[in-house]
């Protein structure tokens, strides 16, 4: 029977293990399968300094999200307090002492009935306006706190950073699908790789297969239109992600990830490290920052996973165990894979394409199978991800470009066109190019630190001078980012800075 709260249905709830859980699979996707190719590339030991580094950066800013969602709650309890007790003074016709505010406050919120709760409780004073139960997306945190030049600018990052997303989703698809179909023995020189034609001058004369005539780069654009005509059509509905969905595709999740340690493992154990990486190259480090940025996003999507949890006092030290755990995860990928092959390729998955392996018995069998699970695990999960990115990708457009309170008043030409605009720009960039380390590295380098690191310290210093303008500095905040020093702001704003210059300088000279 559903938990009711003041006659009215509750918002479910999950336990801080579930909350756990779901942290851990919106961080953990399509980004960590890059980073065994950008481990190689930029050398084992520059790799581990600069993911750890960057897991802590990481970590630090979510924090500010939660401190920032915290204060948008405080806002609004606050404008909610106040416009009880005007309703309140309105119904007794009368002046209300100040000490019996609390008291009363029940009573008031009952004759104020367009109030769903009472925000401040006698029992918990000091934590009556800072909560999370609230659910604040970024976009409404960023309204709430930014002038409009800063939400238009929040809005631009957040859809550069969606396009980029997609144009890596589709990417992914076509090329696994491309590398499945067509014969190992004229696969792609993943050295130039880096690079935005890089790919065109190693596919481009190489036959998909030995008899045929069509080339690999012509292969992959045909799946490319055929997969972009199958999915894209999804972002003109209102597509949810279900909770089986989501349960379906962890599953998947998890067990590829597991596959691919355990077989990196047996072939180090069994035959001894085939690859050979650098200890520091200074020329793969585009590449590496913009992966790891790229795998430890969950920003965007955060204030969705926090609000439902039950404890949230406990929040810090979940998202903590989280980022723990996986860079751990990471780093244990990234190592096995590049030591276990002698060629890593930037989709790790397409390392285990199974044309060395002969049918010989039961388990020679059920290895083909598993290899062919691995090459085919991006497809399972990006395709069921794709539409529901698309569409936040639409509504963010609408959002950014027309006034939503008059969306019905608009032509039905109009809008057609946001759903073409959310699907048309990453199908042309994917195109004219299936590099996955350069996209990878321009979306995390430049959209993914503007939300990762930039829009975090903004969001958290405007929220704090706002609720001390509204409430002073003696109610204290239970969600307060353990970094509340204003060092750690500008510190985060060098490092992003510094990164993005170094990245730049690094990648187009």
Excluded at 41 to 70: C, H, K, N, Q
Excluded at 243 to 256: D, E, G, P, V
Excluded at 317 to 325: A, G, R, V
Aim: net charge neutral; aromatic share 16%.
């Amino acid at each position: 029977m559903p938990r009711l709260v003041n006659g009215r249905e509750a918002a479910p709830t999950y336990s801080n293990l579930v909350g756990f859980i779901f942290i851990f699979n919106l961080i953990v996707g399509t980004g960590a399968l890059t980073l065994p190719g950008v481990f190689a590339r930029a050398g084992w030991m520059l790799s581990l300094i600069v993911i750890v580094l960057l897991a802590i950066i990481s970590y630090m800013t979510v924090t500010f999200i939660i401190e920032a969602m915290a204060c948008a709650n405080a806002i609004r309890n606050w404008q909610t307090l106040q416009a009880l007790r005007q309703s309140r003074s309105s119904a007794e016709n009368s002046e209300i002492d100040d000490n019996a505010d609390d008291v009363s406050l029940a009573s008031g919120a009952e004759q104020a009935g367009d109030f769903e709760r009472v925000p401040l409780t006698i029992q918990n004073r000091e934590f009556h306006y800072y909560q999370l139960s609230h659910k604040f997306e970024l976009g409404e945190m960023a309204t709430l706190f930014f002038n409009e030049f800063g939400r238009i600018m929040f809005y631009l990052c957040l859809i550069v950073y969606l396009y980029g997303d997609l144009s890596i989703y589709s990417a992914a698809v076509a090329r696994s699908l491309r590398d499945v179909v067509c014969d190992q023995t004229n696969g792609t020189d993943t050295n130039n790789l880096m690079y935005w034609l890089g790919d065109f001058e190693n596919n481009t004369s190489r036959a998909c297969w030995k008899e045929h005539t069509i080339s690999r780069l012509n292969m992959y654009r045909v799946l490319l239109i055929g997969f972009t005509l199958i999915f894209g059509p999804f972002v003109y509905f209102n597509v949810q992600k279900t909770k089986y969905l989501q349960m379906l595709t962890a599953t998947f999740r998890w067990m590829a990830f597991t596959l691919m340690i355990c077989i990196s493992l047996k072939l180090l154990i069994s035959r001894g490290p085939k690859g050979h990486p650098e200890t520091f190259n200074v020329y793969g480090i585009p590449s590496l920052f913009g992966a790891c940025v790229y795998s430890f996003m969950c920003h965007h999507s955060l204030p969705s996973l926090l609000a439902p949890i039950r404890h949230k006092s406990m929040v810090s030290k979940i998202l903590s165990f989280d980022y723990i755990i996986i860079c751990a995860f990471y780093i244990l990928l990234a190592m096995t894979g590049i030591f276990a092959f002698e060629r890593i390729e930037d989709l790790y998955t397409l390392d285990f394409l199974p044309f060395d392996v002969a049918y010989v018995d039961f388990w020679s069998g059920l290895l083909i199978c598993i290899d062919y699970f691995l090459a085919l695990f991006p497809i399972f999960t990006l395709s069921t991800s794709f539409p529901i990115v698309a569409i936040t990708l639409k509504n963010n457009l609408q959002s950014l470009f027309l006034d939503m309170s008059q969306y019905e008043s608009y032509s039905v030409v109009l809008r057609i066109c946001f759903p073409l605009l959310a699907i048309i720009p990453p199908f042309c960039i994917t195109y004219f190019t299936e590099s996955l380390s350069s996209l990878v590295a321009f979306t995390g380098t430049y959209a993914g630190t503007g939300i990762q690191y930039i829009i975090p310290v903004f969001l958290v210093y405007f929220a704090r001078r706002t609720c001390s303008e509204l409430l002073g500095s003696g109610v204290v905040n239970r969600f307060q980012s353990p970094f509340k020093s204003s060092g750690w702001l500008i510190f985060v704003l060098i490092w992003s800075i510094l990164c993005v210059c170094l990245v730049s300088i690094n990648l187009f000279s």
